[in-house]
């Protein structure tokens, strides 16, 4: 791989970096079952709870860490 190129793949019709989408992937499962892991054994519902908690963490997380890489140009339409 050539210096400065990112190795990339399809992902519903979006172009991801597969570095990042690694990253992102490991920050969400991570989040998600250590809350769950955090919560009381006996408690089903509040398992459920945290790994939903862990779950938007994680999204938040990757959120930040991971930024945009889209350039977004606007052209006005000329009317005839």
Known sequence: MEKGKQQKIEIW????ELK????AILLSSGS???AYFLAPSDDKTKQLFFGLAGAVIGFILSSIFI????????EDEKKD
């Open 13 to 16: 019709g979006d172009v991801v």
């Open 20 to 23: 990042e989408l690694i990253i």
């Open 32 to 34: 998600t079952m250590g």
């Open 67 to 74: 930024k945009p890489k889209r350039v977004i140009t606007l």
